[in-house]
Nanobody, 115 residues
Framework: QVRLVESGGGLVQPGASLRLSCQAS????????VGWYRQAPGKEREWVAR???????NYADSVKGRFTISRDNGKNTVSLQMNSLKPEDTAVYYC?????????WGQGTQVTVSS
């Protein structure tokens, strides 16, 4: 099993920045890709960004150029740097880790962007 714990959420004004972190523990050796998803009230969960074990990253169009995903394999963490935040970025953000057979999820961290 893999355990994921997110942190770093909060309430910020439009245009501000936040950095989310995802700390992994357990069978981290089976993890290939780590990603961030988000779910806004009344909406389905949507993919935000992912990073592979080689460091290659992909982003949803809605966050491209504003968000940056990175991973520190030595610390077993994946971070999501979020800049120029907009009210529409408000959501619960979830960390996801994929192994060859399983998906693992964290409990989520709330990000609220409001003036």
């Amino acid at each position: 099993q893999v355990r994921l714990v997110e942190s770093g959420g909060g309430l910020v004004q439009p245009g501000a920045s936040l950095r989310l972190s995802c700390q992994a523990s357990g069978r981290i050796d089976i993890i290939n890709t780590v990603g961030w998803y988000r779910q806004a009230p009344g909406k389905e969960r949507e993919w935000v960004a992912r990073i592979g074990d080689t460091g290659s990253a992909n982003y949803a169009d809605s966050v491209k150029g504003r968000f940056t995903i990175s991973r520190d394999n030595g610390k077993n963490t994946v971070s999501l740097q979020m800049n120029s935040l907009k009210p529409e970025d408000t959501a619960v953000y979830y960390c996801n880790a994929r192994g060859p057979l399983d998906d693992f999820w964290g409990q989520g961290t709330q990000v609220t962007v409001s003036s």
